[in-house]
């Protein structure tokens, strides 16, 4: 293994990181601005890595998806724990929404930024510029993967979530109860999802907004 790909290995696992923790404690945060203090309380609002690590989803997913030479590493970091009581208490059903969303408007966000920050960087000269140069475009393309892949309405992905609210929202109630009955079988849907052609509808939106950012 040479340098370049030491740098490249590098850059990809610190986009990675950055991606899922920070969309995580967005969650967390998001909530507390509403009141709930339990990722707060739980030390969860750090920036710290190994208070998110999850074993499979932070580590062993990724691990598998680049030593079988996959187009793109994915993964995903420890639930942050949220009060969804006590954030609707405060801000309704639309606090509720803003919590499951939080985590998905940081990653676009985060890609924007990375996005616009490279279109400005001149050809790299130098070991150093070359990791930044790589951890931009990995932070574009990993944000854009997960904000686009959590936006799926089907449990337990946030944008399963923010839909079951958005009903609660508009007295769509019988509606409401249906997706809160799916969620136990949420897993069982995303896996056949994942695993059939299917996929590749739910991920062209993503494969588009990188061709344009990038």
């Given at each position: 293994?040479?340098?370049?790909?030491?740098?490249?290995?590098?850059?990809?696992?610190?986009?990675?990181?950055?991606?899922?923790?920070?969309?995580?404690?967005?969650?967390?945060?998001?909530?507390?601005?509403y009141g709930d203090p339990t990722a707060s309380l739980a030390g969860r609002l750090s920036i710290n890595p190994i208070v998110h690590v999850d074993l499979v989803g932070t580590i062993i997913v990724p691990a598998l998806l680049y030593f079988s030479h996959a187009p793109f590493l994915f993964g995903w970091a420890k639930p942050v724990p949220v009060n969804m009581q006590v954030v609707i208490r405060n801000?309704?059903?639309g606090g509720a929404i803003a919590v499951s969303l939080a985590g998905i408007a940081y990653n676009f966000l985060l890609a924007i930024l990375a996005s616009v920050?490279?279109?400005?960087?001149?050809?790299?000269?130098?070991?150093?510029?070359?990791?930044?140069q790589s951890f931009l475009y990995?932070?574009?393309?990993?944000?854009?993967?997960?904000?686009?892949?959590?936006?799926?309405?089907?449990?337990?992905?946030?944008?399963?979530?923010a839909l079951m609210y958005l009903a609660m929202k508009m007295k769509f109630f019988a509606f409401a109860d249906f997706m809160r009955k799916i969620f136990p079988y949420g897993m069982i849907f995303l896996i056949i999802v994942l695993a059939t052609p299917l996929s590749d509808i739910i991920f062209y939106p993503a494969f588009y907004l990188i061709k344009i950012l990038l």
């Open positions: 293994m040479n340098i370049v790909d030491l740098i490249q290995i590098s850059a990809m696992i610190l986009s990675l990181a950055v991606a899922i923790i920070g969309h995580e404690i967005m969650h967390g945060l998001t909530a507390y601005k801000g309704g059903y920050i490279l279109g400005f960087m001149p050809q790299a000269k130098s070991l150093f510029e070359a990791f930044i990995f932070t574009v393309v990993y944000n854009v993967v997960l904000g686009v892949f959590n936006l799926v309405p089907i449990p337990p992905l946030d944008g399963a979530n």
